[in-house]
């Protein structure tokens, strides 16, 4: 189609939506700003630009860090679409230095086991060139901890059970956005699964329909940080396209 229809059939308003009787079942307008296609390009460059350089960190500095940055870039994960609109997900802000020490100790214990007893060589040889041990000193090092919480299930305010839906797909896509916001604002995370975490919401003291999703650790790195030299894959390898139109410019 032209570029010029296509304009006109944006500015069309759809006659599929009746207001009134969509407000009347709870519907509103969508608050949708269309962006130029070169500003387009150019945020789509510059959130690339943003994101390339994050990477795991697992060797943080002790020094404070402001929080309600933490929490606004909590809220903004609080954004993210969730199955049934559920937002099946508590996030644990921890600061206090005796739980995050209790939280150390308690992910090393498990940790010594896995790494010990637990782990298959296959993983064992995955993990080689990230250099990772059970010793997770940073746990207590770095001044802030979030543990994503997921929940399975609400209690109603009778005591029953409210069954909710992907809630794995749900939780990861709020800690996605999670991780871009905290590295975006400028500070560097760790996304940690210390196996098996049911530690978390004990020490916590967590209602029983929250179990520990991820801990993710969050600070600056500490001086002269190292992370494992990491190659991502050539887009080609990760993106599958089937267009109609074969003129489209590919990647
Ligand atoms: C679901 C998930 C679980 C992870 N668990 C751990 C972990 O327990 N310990 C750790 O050091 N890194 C963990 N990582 C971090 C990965 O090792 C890291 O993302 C990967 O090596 C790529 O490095 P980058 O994040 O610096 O790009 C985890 C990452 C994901 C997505």
Redesign the pocket.
Known sequence: MHPARWARLARRPSHRYDAAAMAARGFRPLAFARVPEDQMRERARSFLAMIRP?????DFSPEPIPLDVVRRCIEAACQAPSGAHKQPWTFALVTDPALKRRIRLAAEEEERRTYGERMSEEWRRA?EP?G?TWEKPFLETVPALIVLLRRDWEIAPDGSRRKNYYVQESCGIALGFLIAALHNAGLAT??????PMGFLARILERPANEKAF??LPVGYPAAGAQ??D?T?RPLGESLVEYAADPTEPSP
């Not at 994050?54 to 697992?58: F, M, P, Q, W």
């Open positions: 994050r990477r795991s960190v697992r993990l990230l990772t760790l996304t940690h699964t210390p196996s991820m801990l992370v494992p990491l991502r």
